[in-house]
C-alpha cells in the first residue's frame, strides 16, 4: 500500500520505516530539511537502537523515501499524522498547531476513500473535530485515530511488534472502511494475532492518555512510598519487590528514583488535566496533581541527598553526574530529572560535571553551562561526590575499585536504585539511594 507519515520525529520516523518493512511504499515527510536530508542520507537524527539499521534496509529497497514537499503524499490510501503536541509555554494544555498545520496541508492532496490517521497524542476531542474539517472539506474521505505507545529506546521493537493495536473509527459504514485500512497496513501485525481494539475516535485518543497517566501514577506511587521508607528507614527495592509478586500490581514501572521525565508523560499528564478542566471533569484526575507534585520532588531530595552527603555544603564542591538522557538507550533530554538536578546542584554552587553515552551533544547545546566529559571516568575525576542519575547499563556494570581510585571521595549517591549497595560499599563506597537506608 502506498502510505505517507507526516512528521518525521522519533514516532513518524520509525513509523514510516517500520511500515515500509512491512512490505508497504512510504514517503515521510517532514517541514525540516536537515531532518529530511539526514534521514535520506540513511542517517537516524536521533539515538535509537536498531533503528539506523532499520533505515538503511528499508531505504535500500526503494519503498521508503522523505520529502518536505506534502505534495509528494498525494497518491497514498493512508496518511498517518505523527507530529508533536508539546506543552504549551505557560500551560498545562497541548500545543496542536503542528496536527492543525499537519491536517491543513494534506487537505490539498487528499482525495475520497483515502483516510487520515492520527496517531500523535492529543486531548479528547481533537479527532472528532479535525475528522469534521475533513470530511467537510474533502467528502469521502475518512479520519481515524491509531494512538501509538512505543516507547524510546525499543521504538522499532514496538512498532513492528505491538502489545495491542487501537484503532478509533468514524461510525457507521466508513468505520468499516477505515478498519479495513488499518488491518491492511498492519496485515502482518494483525496476522500475528495482536490483540485488537476497535472504538470510536474519543475512546481511542483517551486509551492514549490514560496508559501514559496510569504509568505516571504506578512511578508516583513508588516514589511516594520512597519518601515513606525514607522516614522509616525502610527499604523500597524490597517493598516494590515484595509486591510486584503480586501479579495484579506488577514489578515494573515500579523501579523508584528520580521519577519520570522525557517528552511524553510529564506533558501528558497536564495535558489530560487541563482537558478535563475545559469538560468541567477536572475533579477527576486532580490526583494527577499529586502524580506531578510526588514526581518533581523526587528531584529536589536528590539535591538534598547530594547536600547532606557533601557535609551540608555544595559550594565548590565537585559532582560527577552520569547520565543526562531522561533514560537510558536514549539521547532525548527534554524533561530530563538528571539535568534538572545537575543544573540545580550548579546552580547552589557546586562544580558539576555532566557525562552520557549519547546525550552530551543535546545536554551541551541546552545547558551550556554545565560541565561535560566523554567517558565517566574523566566526569568522576577528582569528584568529591558521584551521582548516578539515568541508569545506562555502562554504569551499571563501573567497577567501584578501579572507579573508586579516580574519585577524591568515595561517595556514590543512585538516583535510580541501580547499583549494587553491597559491591559498592565493600569497595569503600559510602552508598546513598533514594528510599533506602544509607550503605
Ligand atoms: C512513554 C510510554 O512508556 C510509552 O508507552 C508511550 O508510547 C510514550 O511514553 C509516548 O507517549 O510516546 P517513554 O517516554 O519512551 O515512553 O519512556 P518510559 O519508558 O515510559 O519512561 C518514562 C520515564 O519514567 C523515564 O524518565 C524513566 O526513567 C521513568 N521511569 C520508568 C521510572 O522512574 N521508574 C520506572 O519504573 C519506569
Do not use: E, I
Given at each position: 500500500m502506498r502510505i505517507s507519515v507526516i512528521g518525521c520525529g522519533y514516532l513518524g520516523a520509525v513509523h514510516a520505516a517500520s511500515m515500509a518493512e512491512l512490505g508497504h511504499e512510504v514517503v515521510g515527510i517532514d517541514v525540516d530539511e536537515r531532518k529530511v536530508a539526514t534521514l535520506r542520507d540513511a542517517r537516524a537524527p536521533f539515538y535509537e537502537p536498531g533503528f539506523e539499521d532499520l533505515l538503511r534496509c528499508t531505504l535500500g529497497t526503494g519503498r521508503l523515501s522523505f520529502s518536505t514537499?506534502?505534495?509528494?503524499?498525494?497518491?497514498?490510501?493512508v496518511h498517518f499524522l505523527c507530529v508533536g503536541t508539546p506543552q504549551k509555554h505557560g500551560e498545562y494544555g497541548a500545543d496542536l498547531r503542528y496536527v492543525d498545520a499537519a491536517v491543513e496541508s494534506l487537505l490539498s492532496v487528499l482525495q475520497p476513500g483515502e483516510l487520515v490517521a492520527g496517531k500523535s497524542t492529543v486531548p479528547v476531542g481533537t479527532a472528532a473535530r479535525l475528522a469534521e474539517l475533513v470530511e467537510g472539506k474533502v467528502p469521502g474521505a475518512l479520519l481515524a485515530w491509531n494512538p501509538e505507545f512505543l516507547r524510546e529506546g525499543f521504538a522499532v521493537e514496538d512498532t513492528l511488534h505491538p502489545d495491542r493495536l487501537v484503532y478509533g473509527l468514524p461510525a457507521g459504514p466508513d468505520g468499516e472502511v477505515a478498519r479495513q485500512l488499518l488491518d491492511e497496513v498492519y496485515a502482518p501485525i494483525v496476522a500475528r494475532g495482536t490483540p485488537q481494539v476497535t472504538t470510536d475516535h474519543a475512546t481511542a485518543e483517551m486509551v492514549k492518555t490514560a496508559a501514559n497517566s496510569f504509568l505516571a501514577t504506578k512511578i508516583s506511587f513508588i516514589n511516594a512510598m520512597a519518601e515513606l521508607c525514607e522516614a522509616t528507614g525502610a527499604d523500597v527495592k524490597l517493598l516494590a519487590d515484595a509486591i510486584g509478586y503480586d501479579d495484579r500490581i506488577?514489578?515494573?514501572?515500579?523501579?523508584?528514583?528520580?521519577g519520570f521525565g522525557g517528552g511524553c508523560l510529564p506533558k501528558d499528564i497536564r495535558a489530560f488535566m487541563a482537558r478535563a478542566g475545559e469538560l468541567g471533569a477536572d475533579q477527576a484526575l486532580t490526583f494527577l496533581r499529586e502524580v506531578d507534585n510526588i514526581n518533581m520532588r523526587r528531584r529536589i531530595r536528590m539535591v538534598e541527598l547530594a547536600r547532606e552527603v557533601l557535609d551540608g555544603s555544595l559550594l565548590g564542591k565537585r559532582v560527577a553526574v552520569l547520565?543526562?538522557?531522561?533514560?537510558?538507550?536514549?539521547?532525548d533530554i527534554r524533561d530530563s530529572p538528571a539535568l534538572n538536578v545537575a543544573a540545580q546542584l550548579q546552580l547552589q554552587g557546586a562544580v558539576v560535571c555532566v557525562t552520557d553515552p549519547a546525550a552530551v551533544e543535546n545536554s551541551r547545546r541546552e545547558w551550556p553551562h554545565l560541565d561535560y566529559a566523554a567517558t565517566p571516568e574523566e566526569a568522576a575525576a577528582d569528584a568529591d561526590a558521584v551521582l548516578v542519575l539515568t541508569e545506562w547499563r555502562q554504569y551499571r556494570e563501573l567497577d567501584p575499585v578501579a572507579f573508586g581510585?579516580?574519585?577524591?571521595?568515595k561517595r556514590v549517591l543512585d538516583g535510580r536504585n541501580a547499583l549494587d549497595r553491597e559491591t559498592w560499599t565493600a569497595a569503600g563506597w559510602t552508598y546513598r539511594a533514594l528510599g533506602r537506608r544509607a550503605g
Open positions: 514537499d506534502v505534495a509528494d503524499a498525494a497518491g497514498a490510501r506488577g514489578r515494573k514501572f515500579l523501579n523508584a528514583g528520580l547520565g543526562a538522557a531522561f533514560k537510558p538507550d536514549s539521547d581510585a579516580l574519585v577524591r571521595q
